[in-house]
């Protein structure tokens, strides 16, 4: 490696001209780029050779071994063991030294770091030093590592300086009170004044600085800056700077909620920005507090809108979306205003960007009435067809229940339309959202006695679906939705027009491969079905009705063995129950000896819809423990 020789004075007992040669930074990092296979090894060795470095006399080798570890650390190692040569080097009397010093300290030093405390006699001096670059190194450092004793100890000197008359300094100052404020809080009321003078400070930056101080600090407690609102309202309609209107319309909008009158007074300087800046960034802030501190007032938000609008055909993409989420953010204290944009919202649904899809999802959802929720359904399902990737098409299938359930179906007027769409839905390719599907079919089916006939012809038709069948692997899979189709018309098996072909897709032998679960149901209410044609005896042509019930119970003895067969325990049971009871009808019926009556008991209960939280109301027996 190339080498840098240093003349080294060992106290004198070796005489000056002792040469030593070590690597500089230079050599280090081209040391690590040729050891790239062994570079843990590499870097052992220039520690060791640090460790040396570090020993030795010289300010010079020092600082250049400091270094060289400060670009170790920044590749993970760990060099918290020369906390003390970094504060030999930061208290060098060079200010390239110095520099070296305080950027490795900033790196490594933190609240546990016992030494830090050893600095504080230094840092006072470095700060008070009349080289400005010094006292500025001193206060960076400060903000990187200044913990509770070191801002305890030099809260006066940090809050001096604020006054100082040099700009370099007083901006430095502001910023670092704010650290100073997060470790040691007990320094904020004592410098709150001149924190505040800043404010009306003869630079611009230092403004800046002390608005962003303010600013920072207002997000934790906004009440306690409320009374500072005419100096920022004074700043924000004289200032050219659109950084710091920013931040400041960013106060306003946590203050305006404390202050409804702060709201009326800010509509006229807020809507000239919104007219005249071309910034896109200080609109968009504009828009946010307009919508967080004026909400009812109408122009403002037709306005806010308009130029959300904007924001949504703007072909950057980042801005489109932001248009969209503040969009959303109107949408929930002036619903109609973003209606109207309705069709932009819908076309957003085509955006390559998925976010943006998102985005408009969830803005659709807020936009639903009783009159445009079918034409609202009818684009998602279209769009769905066509939309790519699993999650997104889900995420799709997700909003559409959502916004048809949602305030328990308050904008559906049809619920054959609902079903029709949920039956739709089974149809997307790789949904994950079978279960969510299964529920609201039973949900719908148990609470609307009207729509009973109607689904029920429906899910017999489901049952022999081959994409159901095929969609069976996977937790949540669409074949859950055959759950709710067995259950359904087994339970209402009353509106069924002809059993026979219901009872065969029950049983037919590829629902041996569908999930446990789903074989229980699947035999459980192939029973209930069999019970509803026993009920059509004496009310129909008792011989068809006798001649179905033997076709029936053909069918069950020749396909259910296979089922006692299952694996699963639960379809085991219920499959041998229903099979002997259909051998032991069976045997009755061919001795002359009717038991229907006892089969129609089992199922003869209405089944009504229970509320979630019905069970609270039941009282509990004196002599129960629930526990």
């Known amino acids: 490696y190339q080498r840098r020789v ?26 690590i780029r040729a050891h790239a296979d062994d570079e843990t090894r590499f870097i052992s060795q220039c520690m060791d050779e640090c460790r040396k470095e570090l020993r030795l006399e010289s300010k010079d080798v020092k600082a250049n071994a400091v270094l060289k570890l400060c670009y170790m650390q920044m590749m993970g190692y760990d060099i918290s063991w020369a906390a003390f040569n970094m504060i030999e080097v930061m208290s060098s009397k060079k200010f390239s030294h110095k520099r070296i010093g305080y950027l490795t300290a900033s790196q490594c030093f933190h609240e546990g770091t016992d030494v830090v405390l050893l600095t504080t006699n230094m ?29 305890r100890d030099l ?42 003078d800043k404010l009306e400070d003869a630079d611009p930056a230092v403004q800046s600085c002390a608005v962003n101080v303010i600013c920072e600090l207002a997000r934790k407690n906004p009440k306690n800056y409320l009374s500072l609102a005419p100096v920022f309202f004074k700043l924000l309609t004289t200032s050219q700077n659109n950084w710091m209107r920013i931040k400041i319309i960013k106060l306003f909008a946590a203050l305006t909620p404390l202050e409804p009158r702060l709201g009326k007074k800010l509509i006229e300087p807020l809507t000239s920005l919104i007219h005249s800046t071309p910034a896109m960034s200080l609109v ?30 703007d072909s950057d993409q980042n801005i489109k979306y932001l248009g969209l989420a503040s969009m959303a953010n109107v949408l929930k204290i002036q619903p109609k205003a973003v209606a109207a944009h309705r069709d932009l919202i819908l076309a957003c649904l085509d955006d390559k960007d998925e976010s943006i899809r998102l985005r408009a999802l969830d803005l659709l959802a807020g936009m639903v009435t009783k009159k ?54 089974t149809h997307v390719e790789g949904t994950r959202h079978g279960r969510l599907i299964a529920s609201q079919l039973l949900d719908v089916a148990v609470r609307v006695e009207m729509v009973r006939p109607y689904i029920t012809q429906q899910m017999a038709a489901l049952l022999s679906s081959n994409h159901l069948h095929s969609g069976a692997e996977g937790k949540n899979g669409v074949s859950e939705v055959l759950y709710a189709a067995a259950w359904i018309v087994g339970e209402f098996a009353r509106a069924l027009a002809d059993p ?27 029973l209930k079905v069999y019970a509803a044609v026993v009920r059509r005896l004496g009310t129909d042509d008792d011989s068809e009705t006798i001649a179905l019930l033997a076709t029936l119970s053909e069918i069950a003895l020749q396909r259910l063995p296979l089922f006692v067969q299952s694996g699963d325990l639960e379809v085991q049971e219920r499959s041998a129950t229903v099979l002997e009871t259909i051998k032991y009808i069976s045997r009755k019926r061919a001795h002359g000896a009717l038991v229907d009556n006892e089969l129609l008991d089992l199922f003869s209960e209405e089944l009504n819809p229970v509320r979630s939280t019905a069970q609270r109301k039941v009282p509990v027996p004196e002599r129960m423990d629930p526990n």
């Open 6 to 31: 240093h003349g080294i004075d060992f106290g004198g007992h070796l005489g000056r001209g002792v040469l030593m040669f070590e690597k500089s930074l230079s050599d280090l990092v081209r040391g």
């Open 123 to 151: 840092i006072k001096k470095d700060m008070a030093s009349q080289n400005i670059y010094e006292a500025g190194l001193a206060l960076n450092g400060l903000a990187n590592f200044i913990h509770g004793d070191l801002a």
């Open 155 to 196: 809260a006066n000197d940090i809050i001096a300086m604020m006054s100082s008359t040099r700009v370099y300094l007083r901006k430095k100052s502001t910023l670092l009170s704010y650290k100073v404020f997060l470790v040691y809080p007990d320094a904020l009321r004592p410098a709150f004044p001149r924190l505040k």
């Open 284 to 313: 968009y802030e504009c828009i946010n507090t307009m919508v967080l501190g004026m909400p009812d007032h109408v122009p403002s938000i037709q306005l806010c809108v308009q130029k959300l609008r904007i924001f949504v055909e």
């Open 372 to 425: 445009n929720l079918p034409e609202i359904v009818r684009k998602l399902l279209s769009h769905v067809e066509a939309a790519d990737g699993v999650m997104y098409r889900d995420e799709v299938v997700n909003k559409v229940v959502g916004i048809c359930s949602q305030e328990h179906y308050q904008f559906i007027v049809d619920f054959e339309w609902y079903v029709q769409v949920l039956v739709q839905l």
């Open 500 to 526: 026979l072909p219901v009872v065969e897709a029950l049983l037919q032998p590829r629902v041996t491969a569908l999930p446990g679960h789903i074989q229980a149901v699947f035999v459980h209410n192939m």
